[in-house]
């Protein structure tokens, strides 16, 4: 089994509130707490993870 490889953004700087996603896992993507690293992992797919994403980017959200 793979292990997944945790990354934050680039655009992380706010002190520690921040997610990690592992993006080389097949059919999934994890995400979690970066202050909880051994905590819970949320599970998405791909697609849907990228269309949150998309969301985001679009400011469907409000301000994030």
């Known amino acids: 089994m793979t292990e997944p490889e945790w990354f934050k953004s680039s655009y992380s700087s706010n002190g520690g509130a921040c997610v990690e996603v592992a993006a080389n896992?097949?059919?999934?993507?994890?995400?979690?707490?970066?202050?909880?690293?051994?905590?819970?992992?949320?599970?998405f797919s791909p697609e849907s993870f990228a269309a949150f994403v998309a969301g985001v980017k679009a400011g469907e959200f409000g301000d994030v």
């Not at 896992?25 to 599970?43: E, F, I, T, W």
Request: glycine share 10%; net charge neutral; no cysteine.
């Open 25 to 43: 896992l097949s059919g999934v993507v994890p995400v979690r707490d970066s202050k909880d690293p051994q905590g819970p992992a949320l599970a």
